[in-house]
C-alpha cells in the first residue's frame, strides 16, 4: 500500500494509507526507504481480526476517519536525510569491546559480538572476488539500499566467516536482491526463516559439514554464512525487531545445509541445483524461507511402500494454515514443502528402483489433507477466502484432484504438481532420520544462482 502512496503522492495526488497499529513503526521504516519520510498514515486501533464489529466502527469513527481527513488536508512537514558514512569512512576507533558497543547502538549487530570490519580484512574478502567494491548487485527492500560487493565482504566480515567464503556470500546477495524470491517479506509475521542449500565441489573445497550434525551449529563455514545472511537482511535489507522485522515470534538464523553430493551420486539422483535448473558440478545456493519443521525419526523397513507413508505423514502434518499458498486466498500454487532424507533412507529408496521423482509423485499421492480442513483454513480460521475447493476448481485454479467429489472428507493435495516438495539428502549417513519443513510461500519462494569462482580458486583453496 505505501508504494502505491508513494507513486501517487509523486504524480501529485494526496493520500492516506490505513496501517495496523502494530506497524507503525515499520510502515515508518519503508516510508524512509522509500525516499518519502513523511508518507500520511492513518491509524488502524489494535488489530481488527480480534475486534468485534461494534470495536472496529467506534476506533474506526474516532481515530482513523480523523487521522485520514488531516492527512488529506494537512501538507506533512518536510523531512531531511542525514548524510551516511562513505564506505571507506572509519566511522568507529576503539577496543573490540567498544566497537561492539556501538555496533549494538548503531542497530548494525545481532547481539553477538561481531568481528570488527576493518579496511584490511575487507580488502581480504573482496580479493576472492573478481567483481569491483562498488559494483551494485540490486535494490534491497524494504529499506531500497543498493547491495554491493563491499557491503557483502563487510557483513561477510561481521558474521565470522573467512575470506574465501566470499564467492558464497556474493551469489547469497544476489538471490536475496532477486524478486522472484521476495526479501521484502522477510519481516512478515509468521516469523519464517530463511533455509540456504549448497551444491557443488565448494562444499568440500570451503569444508562444509554434510554429513552428521547438518543444521546444527559448530562448523564455522556452516554456522557463519547462516549468520552471514540474518546479517545482511539486517544492515542491507533494514530489518529490524520492533521497527520493519515483524515476525510474532521469530526464529534465529539457520546454518547452511549442504546436501550429500556422493551419496547423490551413488544412487543416481539429480542434486538440488539441477532441480533448480543447472547441471551436475556447479557450484549453487539456493534460497527458501521455512515457516517451521519437524524431525521424523528411526524411519523403519527395507523398501519404499514400507518406509514412504510415515515419511509421507510427517511431510502432511508440517502444512497447516500455509495452504493457502497452494490453493488460494494468498496465491495458487506457490507452496513447495521441504523434505530431507538421510542418505540411508535415500539410498534404501534409490535401490528399490523408485527416482526423486517417484519420491515427489508418491508425497502428492499421500502427504494430503482432509477437504474439510482445507476450507476450514481458508474460511473460518484464517480468512483466506477460497468459498471453496469446488470453486478454485471451477475458475480453473485447481485441477480435478482438490475436487473428486463432494466428500468434506476426501484428501487434497498440498501442492499443485508433485515437483512442488524439494527433497534434499543430507545428514548423518546412518540414521535412518527423515526432516521436513513447511514452506512460506511466495514470501520466500526458492531461488537458486550458480557461485562464481575466482580463475586462480584452485590454487587459493589448496587444491
Known sequence: ????????????????????????????????????????VATIVGHPGAQNNEEIRRFAAEVT?????????????????????????????????????FFLEKEWSDGLPIVPPTLEKIE??????????????????????????????????MAGC?????????????????????????????????LIILNGPIIKDLKFNYTQGVLRDGFQPNTSVGRFWR????????????????????NTFRVVLAENEDALAAIGWPSNAEDMGFRTGDNTVTITRLTGGDVMPSVTGS?????????????????????????????????????VLSPILAETIAKAGW??????????????MPAWRVEEFAEK??????????????????????????????????VVDPRDFMVLVSGDPLRTNAQAFAHNGYLGFPVAKQIALPEDWDKRVGK
Open 381 to 414: 480460521w484464517t480468512e483466506f477466502k477460497i468459498v471453496s475447493l469446488q470453486h478454485q476448481y471451477n475458475i480453473g485454479n485447481l485441477s480435478k484432484d482438490f475436487a473428486e467429489s463432494d466428500d468434506p472428507n476426501r484428501m487434497v493435495p498440498i
Open 231 to 250: 546479517l545482511a537482511l539486517r544492515n542491507m535489507a533494514g530489518f529490524l525487531l520492533h521497527k520493519t522485522d515483524k515476525g510474532t515470534f521469530g
Open 1 to 40: 500500500m505505501l508504494r502505491a502512496a508513494e507513486i501517487c503522492e509523486r504524480a501529485g495526488f494526496p493520500t492516506s494509507s490505513l496501517v495496523c497499529e502494530g506497524f507503525l513503526g515499520q510502515a515508518a521504516a519503508t516510508s524512509v526507504g522509500l525516499g518519502m519520510p513523511n508518507l500520511p
Open 162 to 194: 573467512r575470506p574465501e567464503y566470499m564467492p558464497v556470500l556474493v551469489a547469497l546477495a544476489e538471490a536475496m536482491c532477486d524478486p522472484v524470491y521476495g526479501v521484502q517479506h522477510s519481516g512478515n509475521t509468521p516469523g519464517a526463516e530463511t
Open 124 to 157: 581480504k574478502f573482496l580479493s576472492f572476488t573478481p567483481r569491483k567494491a562498488d559494483e551494485c548487485l540490486g535494490i534491497a527492500l524494504p529499506a531500497s539500499r543498493a547491495v554491493t560487493i563491499w557491503a557483502v565482504a563487510v557483513n561477510g566480515v
Open 355 to 368: 527416482s526423486k521423482l517417484d519420491v515427489k509423485q508418491y508425497l502428492y499421492d499421500h502427504a494430503r
Open 303 to 339: 523398501t519404499p511402500e514400507r518406509m514412504m507413508p510415515y515419511i509421507a505423514d510427517g511431510v502432511a502434518k508440517e502444512t497447516g494454515w500455509e495452504i493457502a499458498f497452494t490453493t488460494g486466498g494468498l496465491t495458487h500454487g506457490t507452496l513447495r514443502p521441504v523434505l
Open 65 to 101: 476517519a480523523r487521522e485520514v481527513i488531516e492527512n488529506l488536508t494537512v501538507q506533512p512537514d518536510e523531512i531531511v536525510f542525514g548524510e551516511e558514512p562513505g564506505e571507506r569512512d572509519i566511522v568507529f576507533t576503539g577496543s573490540f569491546e567498544d566497537v561492539n558497543e
